[in-house]
């Protein structure tokens, strides 16, 4: 109980080696892990200030807890693409118990996009080839960094829901459901077919032109109906008979 407990699994050549450490929650105070320093660098270098001796606890290369520490780099130019930027770097070098220091400069554009990372000692650099959508508050405009062609264009459709095959699917069940509420209203309601069948009978001896007006023009007093509805049928039958 208050521990935590890290699996550190290990690939090489002549196979796979799985580590455990445990360390106490009271030591752990202050500790950033790789992907929290990663969220405090960009958020260091959209404000192009970091607090002199900041110092927090992280991992180093053979999983013992050390000070990790971060120092501004200050602003500089870099080429992405065809476009030549502002970029502000900041420095982390993570102390170690039995090997020498680890550092890495890493900048990052105005927005927070990492824009190269080195170790020093290292003959690697990752670069940024090419300038992303950029964030709010970073760079004023993206269309300097962007050529028209560039910017995505999506055209309109019209919806077929029938060639659908989710849409048609919700469809039918939604037809299915609807149908069930009805036959189940008018099961409970038996009082419905009578009144339908007179009805019915009434539009074959009228033959009106417009059904629906004729339907609005005699409308049957639905209170009654519920209360009686045999009788109102008969009286309406009869009220309407020539």
Request: net charge positive.
């Amino acid at each position: 109980d208050d521990q935590l407990v890290l699996n550190r699994i290990i690939s090489e050549k002549e196979g796979v080696k799985t580590q455990t450490h445990t360390f106490p929650l009271s030591s752990l105070k202050g500790f950033v892990s790789d992907a929290s320093n990663l969220m405090i660098l960009r958020i260091l270098a959209r404000q192009k200030s970091v607090t002199e001796n900041m110092t927090f606890l992280s991992f180093d290369a053979d999983t013992a807890l050390s000070k990790s520490v971060y120092r501004a780099l200050g602003s500089k130019k870099q080429m992405i693409g065809e476009e030549l930027v502002d970029i502000f770097g900041i420095e982390r070098t993570v102390s170690s118990s039995k090997d020498s220091s680890g550092t890495w400069h890493c900048y990052f554009l105005a927005d927070g996009h990492l824009a190269s990372r080195v170790q020093l000692g290292s003959t690697v650099i990752m670069k940024l080839q090419h300038l992303p959508f950029l964030l709010n508050g970073g760079l004023k405009t993206l269309t300097l960094y962007m050529e028209k062609d560039q910017t995505p264009v999506f055209e309109k459709k019209p919806l077929i829901w029938e060639e659908d095959m989710e849409l048609y699917s919700k469809f039918l069940d939604r037809k299915e459901e609807l149908k069930a509420d009805y036959s189940s209203y008018i099961r409970q309601h038996p009082e419905i077919k009578a009144l339908l069948g007179d009805f019915l009978q009434f539009l074959l001896l009228r033959k009106p032109q417009d059904v629906f007006s004729f339907a609005s023009l005699h409308p049957l007093p639905l209170k009654v109906l519920q209360e009686n509805p045999l009788k109102t049928l008969k009286t309406f039958h009869r009220n309407n008979k020539h």
